[in-house]
Every structure is written in C-alpha cells, then in structure tokens.
C-alpha cells in the first residue's frame, strides 16, 4: 500500500424527497444562481419544475443554461463561464447526470482563470481555490461524478475528450433521490450499470501491493450491482432497485476504493478517444473496451483477471492455472453484461478500422498509459482492433 491522504468535502444527502434541502443548502454561497442541465428530461419528468419552485421560495435570481451534451463540450463549458462573468453568479446548481456534474465542475474551475479552460482541462494550468462553489442533484446512477472532483470535457473540433482533477471543485452537496432515476431509460440505464463496474475495474486493477480491504470493498460494490442490475433493469421504476444501484455508483468512485493504491484507467483513456472521434455513450464505448483490455493484459498478468473471477463471478479454481480462470472471468463479464443489454463491438455504432490511428494516438495521453500493465501504442491499437 502506499502512503495516501483522503478528503472528501462533499455533503450527501440521500433518500426520498430530498430535493427540498435546496433551500438549506444553497443560501451559504449565494442567490444568484447558474441552473445547468442538459437535453430536456428534466422538464419532462417533473423535476425542472421543483428545482424552480424550490429556488423561487428563496428568493434565487437564476439563469439557465440547458442541451448539456451527454459528452459535454468545451463550447457549452465556455457559454457557461461567459453566462457566471456577465451576470455575476455565487453558485451553480447542475441538475442530471455525471456528464451535466462534470461540464459544471469545468465551468467553475474557468471562471476565475484568466486564460481559456481548455488550458486547466488539458493539465497545462491548476485549478484555482476560489472556483465557483457547486451543488448537485443527480439523475442518474453512473460516474460518481456526484461525490469526487473529476470532470470529462470534450474539444469536438480537435477530437480530443480530457479530464482533470481538483479538490477545488467537488460539489459542497449533492442530492441523491432514488425517484429521480425512475425517468432513466433502459439503455442508459445499462450505460450506468457498466460505467460503475469499469469505474470498480479500473482502480481494482492497480499496480500496487498489500490493499486487501481496497480490493474487498470494490468486490462487494461488484457483487453488488450484479445481483441488482437484471432486476432493474426489468423493472424500471422499483425504488429499492434504483435506490441500491445509486449508492453503487457513488461508492464506485469517491476515492474509497483508490486509497494507498496506484490506479490503471488505460481503459477509460482508450475510451475516450474513442468517442472524442465518434461521440459513442461512454457506457457503451467501456462495455466493448474492457474485456478486451482484460484479454491483453492477461496474456502477460492474469492473476487479478483470475482473482476477479473466483470472488466476483463464483469460479471452481480447482485444478485450474491463473490463464484459464482468467478467461472464463472475462467470459463471464461478457456474458453478464451481453445478458443486460450493452454492445459488445465498436461495429454495433458503425464504427471501422478507418480511425484507429487516430483514436490511438489521442489515447496516448503519455508514452506509456495505465499501470497494472503499461500500454504502449501497439498495444492500444491492438486493443482497439481486436474490439471491432
């Protein structure tokens, strides 16, 4: 294990009807309010009206900023600095899901910088201590954006989708209410099912040593969603399902399970290229990525694959080597995730080999990426072919 500190600032607030502490919460940083959300579910199931009435109640001056793309842009962050400036804001409120929750986070990491945040996004400039404070109140169960200080952005003119990090702009509160995932259709809903797990995979793979319990933690967040996904995802609106499924998705990613061990994410970076070229769900670009970079990276070390399937899947290792419980560990993934719905090869979005260097270079954000087994370009682009 190595050595770590953890601090998580953010105020959960979870459960039924919650959406009425907005009017506690939110006075602490101000009343002039940038409302961000994105393509108009909000309006339709309800919730854009309650946001507002609940912000009426107290007086709030809000301006809105709504079609927050599901990968957000660098185009809307900039709209949404712009809007903070000329009406002098306190506080943004982002309303939806981890893709609304992270252009916020890049909104108020830009307001006090004088450059262009594309600069803080591409790690060239950190993130100022006086951001503009954010509150959440999430839809849907998937990136954990909620309760960490990670926003994904993406330069569509320059096909580059990056990420940064900063203490600076977790979210002082979010609210989690299971009724508000009800909305979520059936595919997205598989989406989040899948961007939970790979969140689990990416920082249970670690190049680390000696984190027992960091690993325990991500088997049960895994067990976990296993056993709750098929029910939910046949039956949408069961509260107790989607109660359970969002919990998963906060736990998956607000640093539990990444104390004192050093984190792959090479997945999530070929992810990225990927649909900053093809604009894919990112849930559904993660379904067909991560079996395969279990494949290659168990050709060389396929003891944690192996490890993965005797804990989370219920494998017989009897008389078995690591290499064949490693396979039918990631058969067993492919198979669970076929059997709730999610893709299995980038040629289900029409996708070719026409990109690959492209897609390979852009996920080539060092010489080498991830760290349970460094990639290299070759190996990347094996990847990706062999995802087709």
């Known amino acids: 294990?190595?050595?770590?500190?953890?601090?998580?600032?953010?105020?959960?607030?979870?459960?039924?009807?919650?959406?009425?502490?907005?009017?506690?919460?939110?006075?602490?940083?101000?009343?002039?309010?940038?409302?961000?959300?994105?393509?108009?579910?909000?309006k339709k199931s309800g919730l854009y009206d309650k946001v507002i009435r609940e912000l009426k109640e107290m007086d709030a001056s809000v301006v809105e900023l709504g079609g927050v793309e599901p990968n957000p842009r660098l185009t809307t962050v900039r709209k949404g600095i712009s809007l903070i400036r000329e009406n002098q804001l306190d506080f943004i409120l982002a309303v939806g899901g981890g893709s609304v929750i992270d252009c916020a986070k890049a909104i108020a990491a830009g307001v006090p910088y004088n450059g262009d945040v594309w600069d803080?996004?591409?790690?060239?400039?950190?993130v100022l201590p006086s951001s503009v404070p954010i509150g959440t109140v999430l839809t849907l169960a998937a990136t954990g954006s909620e309760m960490n200080g990670n926003s994904v952005i993406t330069n569509w003119e320059e096909n580059a989708k990056e990420s940064f990090n900063s203490i600076h702009?977790?979210?002082?509160?979010?609210?989690?209410d299971p009724e508000l995932t009800f909305s979520v259709p059936r595919d997205q809903t598989v989406y989040g099912i899948v961007d939970i797990m790979s969140h689990v995979f990416e920082q249970y793979f670690h190049a680390s040593s000696n984190a027992p319990l960091q690993e325990r933690i991500g088997e049960a967040i895994l067990h976990t969603v296993i056993e709750m996904a098929p029910k939910l995802v046949n039956d949408l609106s069961n509260y107790?399902?989607?109660?359970?499924?969002?919990?998963?998705?906060?736990?998956?990613?607000?640093?539990?399970?990444a104390m004192g061990v050093?984190?792959?994410?090479?997945?999530?970076?070929?992810?990225?290229?990927?649909?900053?070229?093809?604009?894919?769900?990112?849930?559904?670009?993660?379904a067909i990525l991560f079996p395969r970079w279990m494949e290659h990276v168990a050709a060389t070390r396929p003891e944690k694959v192996a490890q993965l399937g005797v804990r989370v899947f219920d494998l017989d290792p009897a008389g078995k080597t690591d290499a064949q419980l490693a396979a039918e560990a990631i058969q067993s993934l492919r198979a669970f995730w076929t059997s709730i719905g999610a893709p299995t090869n980038l040629s289900d979005y029409g996708i070719d080999d026409k990109e690959i260097e492209l897609m390979t270079q852009r996920a080539m954000i060092n010489e080498k990426i991830g760290k349970y087994v460094p990639l290299t370009n070759e190996d990347v682009r094996k990847i990706l072919k062999n995802s087709l």
Not at 169 to 176: A, D, E, G
Not at 240 to 257: I, K
């Open 1 to 42: 294990m190595e050595n770590f500190q953890f601090h998580n600032p953010t105020k959960l607030i979870f459960g039924k009807g919650q959406i009425s502490s907005l009017q506690k919460e939110i006075p602490a940083y101000g009343k002039r309010i940038l409302l961000l959300y994105g393509g108009g579910s909000i």
């Open 120 to 126: 803080i996004v591409h790690k060239k400039e950190k």
């Open 169 to 176: 702009v977790y979210p002082r509160f979010s609210i989690l």
């Open 240 to 257: 107790e399902y989607r109660e359970v499924m969002l919990l998963n998705g906060t736990l998956a990613l607000n640093g539990l399970t």
């Open 262 to 286: 050093n984190t792959d994410w090479a997945t999530h970076y070929i992810e990225h290229a990927v649909s900053a070229v093809h604009d894919i769900p990112h849930g559904g670009g993660l």
